[in-house]
């Protein structure tokens, strides 16, 4: 359900590290599944060929996949998709033969992936979302995988895939089998958690306090709107910046501002009675909804927002109109890039969520897989996609990065990042919690000669910019003793985080009925926050949102939700 974590293709660490922008743990509410070392026990599970982990086949094995590209995917000369410095790995260290059958853009992947799937003619092991991993379970398809991961799969890939506490297996869990490998990224989990980012040079002119509670934040708004900030004499600033799709979790969405009333965006959420409930709807939403009307009719909201993209968000930072916004882990990058380089006295700092009440704000967190790995019925060695992966991250992570330079990470001079060319890639939900935790362990001894990567670099970038290099400044923001991951932080020591509870498939109602019903929220949510609408036809909009399908959805919804508590 959350916009967060639809990916497809090879996004790694090597990449994301560009922006200093990584990964993070996953915090963990009552309702989120318990963690376990492995994934659901099957007594119908095929038994896996006799192979340990990180083991050399003998006779080498061949198996064939399929792989989506795009204009990313760069490569040295003599270099392709079929042939780099992963294929090597793979058959000289380990004795597998990886056969790409086709390689199409990653727009164009799941149609071309249809096709196949028709014919009933996919490679050994192939990426699937949800919905294409559920029609190849209907059809019998799928390698059942459970013993193949209990028996493959090395300690260090186990650890990797539970730093989420299940949740990825749980969604790759159909009738009691595990038929997907969960494929997470370094950008997701609790570092898709929403926070605060607050003009702090602003704080400082109007002489006010940081927040600390939600009202806080309604003053804040309110000065930052009224008061000038920016001296120009203009009444141009924005007191809390949003846009038309202030749902979609980027900068400038109401996610957060909703979960400090305890209300949840396109979410399945348990309600009183245990039952899942679509959270958009619910009642939690009308006083957050009320008090954005309020803020709306003084001034403090921008006026234009119902028809403001994102990329106009970016432009009001950039030009100085924005102090305040509810964002990600992130936005350190992005706000130097649009807003400190062009004027070095923008200050920023990011706060956790803040609550209307005594009771915490829970943040709501994106999914931590959307994809999987899955392996055809009858394929020869259904453990090769688990050693794969096996393999994936040993080098990439078990071996501390090593050799050095790293060959698998992005080259700065030419762009080129060896790191996506692998068929399969699971990264670490918690690589850039860890690092940030080191670093700042590291600061305080004064010695950050043993860190291992990516914490040399973030260290190094952090020691640039406490010696006044301030190009480093995006490091301080994203890595420093306050910076958005010190929120994280503080997220994932609280074991806090509110997941999606339907991990499943689109139902049928859910895939004919969802898109044109979250159309109609945003709708009217829009229209009560702009006063065309009074709160009331949130109530109305509720009612007739479980008439257009809302109810069928449900009822399949906790129908799955039954089966696989």
């Given at each position: ?59 080498p ?9 795009d ?45 196949s799937?028709?014919s ?37 890939l ?6 989420d ?36 040079d ?45 749902m ?23 309600d ?68 400190h ?27 931590t ?11 020869k ?113 609280a ?71």
């Amino acid at each position: 359900m959350n916009k967060g974590s639809k990916k497809v293709g090879a996004a790694s660490v090597g990449a994301l590290l560009a922006l200093s922008l990584l990964a993070s743990a996953c915090g963990k509410s009552e309702d989120q599944p318990a963690a376990s070392s492995s994934a659901p026990s099957s007594p119908s599970s095929s038994p896996a060929a006799s192979v340990k982990p990180l083991s050399k086949y003998s006779p080498p094995i061949e198996v064939s996949t399929v792989r989506a590209v795009d204009a990313t995917f760069k490569y040295a000369e003599g270099d392709s998709i079929d042939s780099n410095i992963w294929t090597k790995i793979f058959e000289n260290d380990y004795g597998i033969k990886v056969k790409n059958v086709w390689s199409v853009d990653a727009s164009q992947y799941h149609q071309k992936l249809n096709v196949s799937v028709a014919s009933g003619d996919i490679p050994d092991f192939l990426e699937v979302n949800k919905e294409e991993m559920k029609r190849l379970a209907d059809a019998d398809m799928l390698e059942d995988l459970t013993k193949v991961w209990d028996q493959t799969a090395s300690p260090y890939l186990k650890n990797v895939l539970n730093q989420d506490g299940s949740v990825g297996f749980k969604a790759a869990t159909i009738g009691g089998k595990l038929l997907g490998i969960p494929r997470t990224y370094s950008n997701g989990g609790i570092s898709t958690a929403p926070m605060l980012y607050v003009r702090t040079d602003w704080l400082q002119k109007l002489n006010l306090p940081e927040p600390k509670t939600m009202d806080d934040v309604f003053k804040i708004a309110t000065a930052f709107a009224k008061q000038d900030p920016d001296g120009n004499g203009k009444a141009d600033t924005i007191g809390l910046a949003l846009n038309k799709d202030f749902m979609d979790g980027g900068h400038g969405s109401l996610n957060g501002f909703f979960n400090g009333y305890h209300a949840y965006v396109d979410q399945f959420i348990k309600d009183a009675g245990g039952k899942l409930v679509y959270s958009s709807v619910q009642k939690e939403m009308k006083e957050p909804l009320k008090k954005l009307q309020e803020l709306y009719k003084d001034g403090v909201l921008d006026k234009e927002f119902g028809v403001k993209p994102q990329a106009k968000i970016q432009e009001d930072v950039a030009a100085g109109r924005v102090g305040l916004a509810f964002g990600t882990v992130a936005d350190g990058g992005y706000i130097q890039k649009e807003n400190h380089t062009k004027d070095p006295k923008a200050q920023w700092k990011a706060y956790p969520l803040l609550s209307i009440d005594a009771k915490a704000a829970n943040p709501q967190l994106a999914d931590t897989a959307s994809t999987f790995y899955v392996v055809k019925k009858g394929s020869k060695h259904p453990e090769a996609v688990v050693q794969l992966a096996n393999i994936y991250v040993n080098r990439f992570y078990e071996t501390s990065y090593a050799p050095n330079p790293n060959p698998f990470i992005t080259d700065s001079k030419t762009g080129i990042f060896p790191g996506k060319y692998a068929p399969v890639v699971i990264d670490p939900l918690n690589t850039n919690l860890e690092a940030f935790r080191k670093v700042q362990e590291a600061f305080k001894k004064g010695d950050g000669s043993k860190l291992d990567f990516p914490a040399s670099i973030h260290f190094d970038r952090m020691t640039k910019f406490k010696a006044g290099d301030d190009t480093m400044w995006f490091a301080n923001m994203v890595m420093g003793a306050d910076g958005t991951y010190s929120v994280i932080d503080k997220y994932d020591q609280a074991k806090t985080g509110q997941y999606n509870l339907f991990l499943g498939s689109a139902t049928p109602a859910m895939s004919e009925k969802l898109p044109t019903l979250k159309k109609k929220v945003y709708e009217t949510y829009t229209k009560i926050i702009m006063g065309d609408a009074s709160i009331d036809e949130f109530d109305k909009f509720a009612d007739e949102f479980k008439k257009l399908g809302g109810d069928a959805i449900e009822k399949e919804v906790n129908d799955w939700y039954s089966k696989n508590k």
